[in-house]
């Protein structure tokens, strides 16, 4: 599956941003998808990840309540509504998706990646 990710920018404390991974190649609704992000000199890390049917969700703690992931399989599309932003949230953001079950918080536990989209929160 391909995934292409979008809607990064650059957004004022307190802001918000809505991104989106558009996914093809095989079916969407096959696939857990996972939002991650990576920041400059740290590792990637987990933010959000969604169930195939969009049924169950699960956040970050540090990330809980201020984002939210949704999908929409008819679109083939996952969301990541991102709310009162802070400085620290500036990074880029990938989508990913996997057909494994469990695992989801883990990078290794994803089998595509998208290209990243990046968000920059200034002060």
């Known amino acids: 599956v391909q995934l292409q990710a979008s809607g990064g920018g650059l957004v004022q404390v307190g802001g918000s941003l809505r991104l989106s991974c558009a996914a093809s190649?095989?079916?969407?609704?096959?696939?857990?998808m996972g939002w991650f992000r990576q920041a400059l000199g740290k590792e990637r890390e987990f933010v959000a990840a969604?169930?195939?049917?969009?049924?169950?969700?699960y956040y970050a703690d540090s990330r809980k309540g201020r984002f939210t992931i949704s999908r929409n399989n008819a679109k083939n599309t996952v969301y990541l509504q991102m709310d009162i932003l802070k400085p620290e949230d500036t990074a880029i953001y990938y989508c990913?998706?996997?057909?494994?079950?469990?695992?989801?918080?883990?990078?290794?536990?994803?089998?595509?990646w998208g290209q990243g989209t990046l968000v920059t929160v200034s002060s």
């Open positions: 990913a998706a996997t057909s494994k079950y469990g695992g989801y918080y883990l990078t290794e536990g994803y089998d595509y």
């Open positions: 969604i169930s195939r049917g969009g049924g169950s969700t």
């Open positions: 190649g095989r079916t969407f609704s096959a696939y857990t």
